[in-house]
């Protein structure tokens, strides 16, 4: 039987959040006079407090205005790289990298799922040593061209569960001859838990904390 274990990246091997991070780390090194931009953040927020904006359409407005409409990826590289080794080193649990490092040893094929940007989960799942990733997806042009726009949906909720099952028709493998582990810290990810043989709730947020006692999920606190 093939075994899998899959992560949620924020808040489950991370520590905070990485999305608005990465994009102001970009702000800091690429283009300082992005700044100038933030009195327009709020608005999207507001947007999507409204229900006017959806969680897609404000990841790729922030995105506009502090990334930029069409940067190029080769130049992103050195900075996606300096950031990836930036959550290593300063937003991580050390505990998850131990279980990551665990389920490894337990002969576990590896995946990180999150909604956060592939463009830059790839440079941290390689140095965590994931095997395969799922995340959100950026469009880039043939110019090598980031643009602010989401391919598909934004990988979160019952889209992430999608992206999973999507994965693993890809690889050729059949629910019932797989073991799944799942982990993650935030109740949105309860489709994805509950398609999992083994849920794990790892400092769970307060619903989720709820749910997974409801549901007999096991709790792992790593803070």
Not at 89 to 118: C, F, P
Not at 175 to 185: F, G, L, P, Q, T
Not at 199 to 218: C, D, E, N, V
């Amino acid at each position: 039987m093939t075994k899998l274990s899959i992560y949620d990246m924020d808040r489950t091997i991370t520590v905070r959040g990485t999305y608005t991070p990465f994009l102001f780390h970009m702000v800091f090194a690429r283009a300082p006079w992005r700044l100038v931009f933030l009195p327009l953040l709020p608005f999207g927020f507001i947007g999507y407090g409204l229900k006017l904006v959806s969680r897609k359409g404000l990841k790729t407005y922030n995105q506009r205005l502090l990334l930029g409409g069409k940067p190029n990826i080769a130049k992103l590289e050195p900075h996606i790289e300096r950031y990836a080794d930036k959550v290593m080193q300063v937003n991580s649990y050390s505990k998850a990298i131990a279980q990551v490092e665990a389920d490894r040893a337990e002969g576990r094929k590896l995946v990180l799922a999150t909604a956060s940007y592939e463009l830059y989960v790839n440079a941290i799942a390689k140095r965590l040593g994931f095997d395969e990733v799922i995340a959100t997806r950026l469009k880039i042009n043939e110019q090598g061209q980031v643009l602010p726009e989401i391919i598909g949906e934004n990988c979160y909720d019952v889209a992430k569960l999608d992206r999973i099952k999507t994965f693993l028709d890809k690889q050729g493998l059949e629910r019932e001859s797989i073991h799944i582990r799942a982990y993650s810290d935030h109740v949105s990810d309860a489709p994805m838990l509950d398609f999992a043989d083994e849920a794990i709730a790892t400092t769970p947020s307060a619903p989720l904390r709820h749910l997974a006692k409801k549901r007999g999920w096991t709790i792992l606190d790593w803070a």
